[in-house]
């Protein structure tokens, strides 16, 4: 790879510039209502897609013939720099997460029926869905120990189980939820994808988990849900049977690095405002910008988020390529999250009090970011996958090269 094959050509240059007239436009004006997460911002919000749509900035994470505006993972790594600033905007371009990643793997598993019944409406924006994996009474960073059940019963799948932190799950059309239909079965072919209409018998949103004290409401909800003998067609099953580990590996792949994007516009924003701040704000006889500590700052944080840009460019380009990156995916989701908390609470202190109301987006951004080191796979796992891979080449006598 080649610094130059990560450069934005003129037409992405062009996007990105009208990405950018957009948010500021309408996107950052609107925060404070979008922020109040009531029926008011939810009108807004639909304002707001139908302008995106209107411009031909929709879903620019599917391709055109999927119902998006793009595909490619590089200039969506280049837009997201100005989408990932503000929390709400990924919702007002029709990429939030989980919703980015299920039509993903609806798009590349999907049977046609299946394309047409939850794809579409997915791309389209009219319904919203979830991924439920993660459960309460077993470790979520190795999932070989899911408990919940389907077990089939002649052309249906019979569902039972208990998940939580099913993002967005309240208000959502449907999940995909990830069950062990084959408990014999070597570890990692144990569990199916299985796509669940939210309004079927058996299936009750428990609560919304409240986390760091925020409900949230509709897409930014964290579900506790319970499967009681859900029945649903063998049809709904998404790819093969036991396929479920191979589906979520892709799913989660390109999940993470969307993340990961998102997070480099959120640690640009929050420089921006520590290094406007240090400028403007006096203490013991000159600007918060002569003290060596906050020099330090900048100066580190205008290193680590070089960094992260470049590894997700790589990253990005790579995908882009047909190499699944798994190594580059890992490195950039421990260091990207890790810079990410960094940056934001560097900003946040140089702000002192101010830095923890309501005045800036720093308080909310800090809030979000802390899940950035454990959701989609914890800090530790990723750097264990980057190790043993790394140390799996050195075992069988070679090396690892940077190219
Ligand atoms: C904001 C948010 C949104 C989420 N959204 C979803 C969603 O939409 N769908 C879904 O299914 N799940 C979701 N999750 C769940 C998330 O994917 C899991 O929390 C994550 O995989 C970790 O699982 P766990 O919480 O069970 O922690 P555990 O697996 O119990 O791990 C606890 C801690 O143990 C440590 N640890 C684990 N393994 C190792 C190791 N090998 N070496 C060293 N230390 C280790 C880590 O520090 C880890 O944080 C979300 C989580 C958050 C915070």
């Known amino acids: 790879m080649m610094v130059t094959d ?18 500021e436009e309408h996107v950052y004006p609107a925060e404070p209502v979008l922020a109040r997460e009531d029926d008011e911002s939810d009108a807004l ?3 707001l897609r139908a302008l ?7 879903a620019p994470h599917l391709p055109p013939e999927a119902g998006g505006s793009n595909g490619s993972f590089l200039v969506y790594a280049h837009l997201n720099e100005e989408i990932g600033r503000s929390l709400w905007a990924q919702l007002v371009f029709g990429c939030q997460a989980p919703d980015a990643g299920n039509a993903e793997i609806l798009w590349h598993f999907g049977t046609d029926d299946q394309k047409e019944r939850w794809l579409r409406p997915l791309a389209a924006g009219a319904a919203r869905s979830f991924f439920s994996m993660t459960e309460p009474e077993v470790s979520g960073s190795d999932p070989t120990g899911l408990r919940t059940r389907a077990v089939r019963d002649g052309e249906e799948w019979v569902i039972d189980g208990h998940k939580w932190f099913s993002s967005g799950a ?3 059309a449907f999940g995909i939820v990830m069950a062990v239909t084959d408990p014999e079965a070597p570890p ?8 669940v209409p939210a309004d079927t018998p058996g299936l009750e949103i428990v609560r919304a988990v409240p986390t760091m004290g925020h409900r949230g409401r509709g897409w930014t909800t964290h579900c506790e849900v319970r499967y009681t003998g859900v029945r ?3 049809a709904n099953t998404l790819g093969g049977v036991g396929e479920g580990f191979r589906i979520a590996q892709k799913r989660l792949g390109p999940g993470r690095i969307h993340h990961v994007m998102r997070w480099l516009g959120q640690m640009q924003r929050a420089f921006e405002l520590m290094c406007s701040y240090a400028v403007e704000r006096q203490a013991f006889g000159g600007p918060l910008a002569d003290k060596q500590t906050v020099q330090n700052w900048i100066a580190d944080s205008a290193a680590e988020i070089q960094a992260c840009r470049l590894l997700t460019l790589d990253a990005a380009h790579r995908l882009d390529q047909g190499d ?37 987006p720093l308080a909310a951004m800090l809030a979000l970011a802390r899940g950035a080191r454990i959701y ?20 069988a006598g070679g090396t690892w090269r940077f190219a």
């Not at 450069?7 to 948010?23: G, H, I, K, Q």
């Not at 995106?52 to 900035?57: A, P, R």
């Not at 914890?378 to 980057?386: A, G, I, L, S, T």
Request: charge should be negative; charged fraction near 30%; proline fraction near 3%.
């Open 188 to 195: 990692h072919g144990r569990a199916s994808q299985i796509i």
């Open 6 to 23: 990560l450069l934005p050509t003129d037409e992405v240059l062009d996007l990105r510039a009208r990405v950018r007239s957009f948010m």
């Open 170 to 172: 309240e208000g959502a």
């Open 376 to 395: 989609d796979g914890p800090d530790e796992v990723h750097r264990m996958v980057v190790a043993r891979r790394i140390l799996k080449e050195f075992a």
């Open 232 to 234: 649903v067609p063998v």
């Open 324 to 360: 699944e990156a798994r190594v580059e995916i890992s490195l950039i989701k421990f260091y990207a999250a890790r810079v990410l908390n960094d940056v934001i609470d560097r900003a946040v202190q140089v702000h002192g009090a101010r830095g923890l109301t309501d005045e800036t």
């Open 52 to 58: 995106v749509k209107e411009q031909g900035l929709w």
């Open 45 to 47: 919000v639909e304002r």
